[in-house]
């Protein structure tokens, strides 16, 4: 069964902690995403990646940034975690051609205190 | 960015029901995509429909597209109270490029 895993389901951090969340998937995708979901907002995506050590800003990049020095692996740093970055993290994989879906990973529920 | 919108927010229908939403979009798109996501957990993808298609259909479920109207339509068919859960459309605008989704319909099936 291809999979995309993300380290944790659920995260408790300090506000200016530096916080690494990682995905890893199996299928040999060449495409990578990190999404944010918040309540009346939505899923927005933060960063995205189509190869190794290629990496494209989304629609809401402040005070992250990525990672991605093997193809399986995607991680999503918080440089100086903050309470207004409490949210649910959702990574995704996908093929590179179109008409493919994407494949998420079971999201990390990370607070922020 | 161009963005997918749903409606209605939030459905509730009886089992056996049939359920609709809806979704419109912005701008010109290569496909459309409608995801399910369980309280809490991931999204799966439930069928994709090309820009050149009209209708598609998997198991009990039918999508529709209308690009000179830019919107879409799910229909989920003898509703059961497992399909409870949130739905998404998302919007890919090139190939292989980055989905934009839409803020979801909750759908309630009730027993």
């Known amino acids: 069964d291809v999979k995309v895993t993300q380290s944790s389901r659920y995260l408790v951090k300090r506000t200016g902690e530096k916080v690494f969340l990682e995905c890893v998937q199996d299928m040999d995708h060449e495409n990578m995403f990190w999404y944010r979901q918040d309540p009346g907002l939505g899923l927005r995506l933060i960063y995205f990646s189509y190869d190794v050590k290629m990496k494209e800003k989304g629609d809401i990049p402040e005070g992250y940034s990525v990672s991605r020095e093997k193809k399986e692996r995607f991680s999503l740093i918080l440089e100086s975690a903050s309470t207004n970055q409490t949210s649910m993290y959702l990574c995704?994989?996908?093929?590179?051609?179109?008409?493919?879906?994407?494949?998420f990973g079971s999201g990390t529920r990370l607070t922020v205190v | 960015s161009q963005q997918g919108e749903e409606d209605p927010q939030a459905l509730s229908i009886q089992e056996g029901e049939n359920a609709t939403m809806n979704c419109s979009y912005k701008t010109s798109i290569n496909n459309l995509q409608w995801y399910r996501q369980n309280s809490g957990r991931g999204l799966v993808h439930l069928i994709l429909?090309?820009?050149?298609?009209r209708e598609k259909h998997s198991g009990r479920l039918r999508v529709t597209l209308d690009t000179s109207k830019k919107s879409s339509s799910l229909l989920i068919t003898a509703s059961r109270a497992a399909d409870t859960a949130s739905y998404f459309c998302?919007?890919?605008?090139?190939?292989?490029?980055?989905?934009?989704f839409g803020q979801g319909t909750e759908l309630s099936v009730k027993p």
């Open positions: 998302a919007t890919d605008a090139r190939m292989g490029g980055k989905l934009i």
């Open positions: 995704a994989s996908s093929r590179p051609t179109g008409n493919y879906g994407y494949t």
């Open positions: 429909i090309r820009s050149n298609e």
